[in-house]
């Protein structure tokens, strides 16, 4: 996945990667014959990811007939060595979409496994191991299921208690079902917790709405960047409404939370604060923060009092949360899919789900029974809490476009560039996005031919 929390490691060379993603050299679909195969899982060179290794004894042990084999690269290069290794016909078995690609890309370029009779033979239900419906359909295509999710991030809103008792504002609602939590109550909120100043030392902010990747942000606000087909039919949509009224309103409220309303950090501001503290809302002059709920990781280490909270109510009654599913993979050049699908059913069962939660740092189990452990993993924090705003990011969540966006890393760095200028104040939304429509036609009918 996507994620900008993943660390960055040191480099591995091609060859150590492409040496540890050797399989067996057997042909068969499954182990008839009792031999001990070999199963690589690759995945980024990142203590959250990399602590499968501590599983494998215990899974071996269970298994005896399967040993598995992690291999990793850094989180820059994680999607260029599995192109790599796929090419030299040593691709490794299991993988997910933990580079700048997304399922999509990885679907229409036909490097996945359908996993569907396998998940038929050995009667796999996601039911069995506690994985919402809607949860597990994020990874189907006409019917077939193509990976099986293991972690599950969503949207969420991060507050710094200690400002709003300064302020002396009531803090936000946990409750998805709280109709007086809108957005616009938001923003009322947030004026009275800024303190707009150029003097760094005394500036702060009430909100910084960080919600999903820019081409998806108009979507909380009611208006669509991508034509619907683009759900149906392998992530490439057949029109683009940048120049739409809702559209281009959409825009204008979000930036409008910078450079108009001004409750919101501008790019300068927030890099000025991010580089003593890594992310701006860690620095105290944050009142409140929509991100992606890995910011939890690091909330026992705040130096503030902090609080967790809905998503407020937006135009689009139907999506108010950003969902960052993390599905495992079987690539569609492995020897021994069946095995694969043994590891996977294995790390998302509820026991070895609850264990990675600490082994992980804080990864969040997609296991709903596991996800118990880890609504309570955070010292100050209501465990009830976490619950009732995760229950309500899946009730009214959307995947995140990276996922589902044919070519999107190049998309994604469309958008970042025509949008600096916007976010900088320097132009309006409407003068860039007739630029970036006419530019991202031209790419779309460039890659999707």
């Known amino acids: 996945m996507n994620k900008k929390w993943l660390s960055l490691s040191l480099c591995f060379s091609l060859v150590t990667v492409l040496a540890g993603t050797g399989c067996s ?58 192109q790599s290794a796929i090419a030299a016909k040593n691709a490794p078995d299991v993988t997910s979409q933990w580079g700048y690609g997304g399922f999509m890309e990885y679907y229409n370029k036909g490097m996945l496994m359908d996993l569907t009779p396998y998940l038929t033979e050995t009667g796999f239900k996601n039911s069995d191991y506690n994985i919402p419906d809607n949860v597990m359909d994020i990874y189907k295509v006409k019917g077939k299921t193509y990976g099986v999710p293991v972690n599950s991030y969503v949207s969420l809103m991060l507050y710094n208690k200690d400002l709003f008792d300064k302020a002396k504002v009531a803090y936000p609602p946990t409750d998805y079902e709280d109709k007086s939590w809108t957005f616009d109550k938001m923003v009322e909120d947030a004026k009275k917790l800024t303190v707009d100043s150029k003097n760094i030392a005394e500036a702060q902010y009430g909100v910084d709405f960080g919600w999903g990747e820019r081409d998806q942000r108009p979507q909380y606000f009611g208006g669509n960047v991508y034509s619907d087909d683009t759900w149906t039919n392998g992530g490439k949509p057949s029109e683009i409404n940048l ?207």
């Open 243 to 449: 120049n739409k009224p809702e559209v281009i309103e959409a825009y204008k409220k979000i930036y409008g939370l910078i450079w108009d309303q001004k409750v919101s950090p501008s790019p300068a501001f927030s890099k000025s604060v991010a580089g003593q503290f890594g992310d701006p809302f860690l620095s105290g002059k944050i009142a409140m923060s929509v991100v992606g709920s890995w910011s939890l990781a690091a909330s026992n280490n705040f130096n503030f009092k902090v609080g967790v909270a809905a998503v407020p109510q937006g135009p689009n009654p139907k999506v108010r949360s950003v969902l960052y599913i993390d599905p495992l993979f079987v690539l569609k050049d492995s020897k021994h899919p069946k095995e694969a699908l043994e590891w996977i059913k294995y790390l998302v069962s509820t026991d070895v789900q609850e264990k990675s939660i600490e082994l992980s740092g804080g990864n969040p189990p997609v296991n709903q029974k596991a996800a118990e452990k880890y609504y309570a993993n955070f010292s100050g924090i209501d465990p009830a809490q976490i619950k009732q705003v995760y229950e309500g990011a899946y009730k009214y969540g959307f995947e995140s476009y990276n996922h589902l966006i044919d070519n999107y890393s190049q998309i994604n760095e469309l958008f970042i560039n025509e949008l600096a200028g916007v976010e900088n104040g320097e132009k309006k939304p409407e003068e860039v996005l007739p630029v970036i429509q006419d530019k991202l036609k031209k790419l779309l009918d460039r890659v999707n031919k």
């Open 25 to 82: 050299s057997s042909k068969s679909d499954s182990n008839a014959s009792g031999d001990i195969v070999t199963i690589t899982h690759y995945t980024i060179d990142s203590p959250d990811r990399t602590f499968v290794e501590k599983l494998i004894p215990d899974f071996e042990k269970k298994h005896p007939n399967i040993k598995i084999k992690v291999t990793k690269a850094p989180y820059e290069q994680f999607d260029s060595k599995l």
